[in-house]
């Protein structure tokens, strides 16, 4: 099983598990094709309150992406969605995989310089214990001259 089968059930996956109202939007996005929030609430008589965070959600699962910006029913500038194509989500999934791995990276590194840090304090406080020891010798010995 290669990565791209893992990606298609991952993408199935998404779309059989999604739930109320957001397989409502991804139903009315596919009905309509490329289509803004306002078609969207208005083909599910839904209030547009309920569907933009729906179709944001969405969009941060990879299901939906941006077809364009145009002008909507209202006269103003809108964001048009779409559903993701597969090769789409496999980009999408990579994206987040790396993102993921970045992350674990930049964490591990941070670790790191954490342990080394505490490494490096340890051994600055057994230098500076070490000179004072020294100095108390050095000390000891001149007063013992005198």
């Not at 089968?5 to 998404?14: F, K």
């Not at 364009?68 to 964001?79: E, F, N, Q």
Request: with cysteine; glycine share 6%.
């Amino acid at each position: 099983m290669g990565v791209a089968d893992t990606s298609i059930r991952a993408y199935q996956s998404i779309l059989d598990n999604l739930g109320g109202r957001r397989f409502e939007v991804v139903s009315a996005i596919y009905e309509l094709g490329e289509c803004c929030n306002v078609e969207i609430a208005s083909l599910l008589k839904m209030e547009i309150n309920k569907v933009t965070p729906r179709v944001k959600e969405l969009r941060e699962a990879g299901v939906v992406v941006l077809a364009k910006k145009a002008t909507g029913p209202a006269g103003r500038l809108v964001c048009y969605w779409r559903m993701a194509t597969r090769q789409e989500w496999r980009e999408f999934e990579e994206q987040r995989r790396l993102a993921r791995a970045g992350v674990d990276a930049a964490r591990k590194a941070h670790e790191k310089r954490q342990r080394v840090s505490s490494v490096s304090e340890a051994g600055r406080a057994l230098a500076a214990h070490r000179y004072n020891k020294r100095n108390r010798q050095i000390a000891n010995k001149q007063e013992m001259l005198f």
